[in-house]
């Protein structure tokens, strides 16, 4: 079974397995292709977070693949440069390029195809075309008075295709097809090594060295050649008789382990739509408060007292019926907002510039993958590369002291956040979802409909969705928006009311508008899936 934000992606991960390969051979066949299709979503330059089970090694572990910021980018030079906050644009903004590597450690040491078998459907399609789903030309159109300082960028997208037509970009097609033919030969692992090689310390290195050099920013060939994606165990929390495994506080995903904890004291399914949307609401913004406060590359978070029932316990009176217009972290220091301006390319659209993929097979092991980052239009594409660097170092505070504040070679606290769920110690269900710091309110919401309200995964995901921005943004320029509510429409008019009479400021947002939840599990003897309606482009495949 494989579900993503993508119909190419998932029939390219069945094909996959379709001809003998595992869950994992599929969700590296997927993730490149997504690459591909979807570059306003995510890209080679992306970063990437892995959750999963190995049947092999009976365990679940995360792959941790977010590139880490240039020794070079230190809190002092972006002063020097006239910055009090990161650009969300630009070469400056750039960390490692983290998802090559992750896709192929994984590749390497749970998969079992050679590396050319997985990326050539990536690079077909790069080079022979495929539809342009509506979101690209948005977006082109969206930042076109950025692309157009960019002559990589305008050679590539403009003008804008229109929706549907066929779109190739022959560099990336003939940057991967030359790392496919230059690394073959030999055993699989050491093809996959070669291939390594030949992004982290040869052709695709040293044109990312000139590049930033040429451009101003602070990446460099020997930030890339010291590099490695890495696995570790998962961060884990009991809910209702299940593993929920999350990421570590590098990324903003034990949060949503922070929600379930609190949540864990009312009965959300008792309550009716009004309490439950603001109940799990108040939730969301005092574990949220906890991220900013507590969260970072660092040893010292203390994640057993923030996944304490003592804590919870101590939290949840906190809650009462009228919304809360304070940020109210349990301890640490929030970082002190800077005022910006808004900028052309910069933050994550309400849609979310991610994508994610779900995947299990026949062998019993379960993937959850959620690549972002090296968006067409946020930073110039390399010409002889055929895509943009990430920015993912937008999500670094320039203010010292922070847990989350810029230091050199340490990772920024990524919003990227799948899901991975056990049922009697055994793999049950993967999700996920685009959306930035909604990532971990949408994917929540619909793991709360399906495990808590009883609904299967496609009514969970369809279900109307809401989010609130109540805390600083991850995204420049760090803004946040005090008792913020959005709801889909499809909210009835009472519920909207009802809500607006507690004090939450609710905007009301289009039908079908919010998350991207895609979600595979594994119940019995049955596979099951879901993808999202929302964008009309998920698909979820199976047999």
Known sequence: MVASTHWLASTAGMAVLERGGNAFDAAVASGFVLQAVEPHLNGPGADLPVIFWSAERQQPLVLCAQGVAPAAATIERFRELGH???????????????????????????????????????????????????????????????????????????????????????????????????????????????????????????????FCAE???????????????????????????????????????????????????????????????????????????????????????????????????????????AASRELRPGGGRLPQLVRAEETVGAGEPMSGDTVHLDVADRFGNLVSATPSGGWLQSSPVISELGWPLGTRAQMFWLEPGLPSSLRPRTRPRTTLSPTLVLRDGKPHLALGTPGGDHQDQWSLHAFLNHVVLGMN?????????????????????????????????????????????????????????????????????????????????????GR
């Open 84 to 210: 009090e906050l990161i650009p969300g644009t630009g070469p400056l903004a750039a960390c490692v390029p983290g998802a090559f590597d992750g896709w192929l450690l994984l590749l390497l040491e749970f998969g079992t195809l050679r590396l050319e078998d997985v990326l050539q459907f990536a690079i077909d399609f790069a080079a022979s075309g495929f539809p342009v789903v509506p979101g690209i030309p948005a977006t082109i159109e969206r930042t076109e008075a950025l692309l157009r300082e960019w002559p990589g960028s305008e050679a590539l997208y403009l003008p804008a295709p229109r929706p549907g037509a066929l779109f190739r970009n022959p560099q990336l097609a003939a940057t991967y097809a030359r790392i496919a033919a230059e690394s073959r030969g030999g055993s699989r692992e050491q093809e996959i090594e070669h291939a390594r090689r030949l992004f982290y310390d040869g052709f695709v290195a040293e044109a990312i060295d000139r």
């Open 457 to 541: 995964l496609q009514e969970a995901i369809d279900a109307p969705e809401h989010h609130t921005d109540h805390f600083p943004s991850s995204f420049f320029p760090r803004q946040a928006q005090p008792a913020s509510l959005y709801l889909e429409a499809r909210f009835q008019p009472r519920v909207v009311d009802e809500l607006r009479s507690r004090g939450h400021d609710v905007t009301v947002a289009p039908e079908w508008s919010l998350g991207r939840v895609s979600a595979v599990a594994r119940d019995g003897g049955l596979l099951k899936a879901g993808a999202n309606p929302r964008g009309m482009q998920g698909y979820a495949i």
């Open 215 to 321: 451009q101003g920013g602070l990446l460099s060939g020997q930030d890339l050649a010291s590099w490695h994606a890495t696995l570790e165990p998962p961060v884990t929390f009991e809910f209702r008789g299940l593993t929920v495994c999350k990421a570590g506080p590098w990324s903003q995903a034990p949060v949503f382990l922070q929600q379930l904890a609190l949540l864990d004291g009312f009965d959300l399914a008792e309550m009716n739509e009004v309490e439950r949307v603001h109940v799990i609401t108040e939730c969301a913004k005092l574990a949220f408060a906890d991220r900013d406060a507590f969260y970072g590359d660092r040893d010292d978070v203390p994640l057993d007292r923030l996944l304490s029932r003592e804590y919870n316990d101590e939290r949840r009176r906190l809650i009462d019926d």
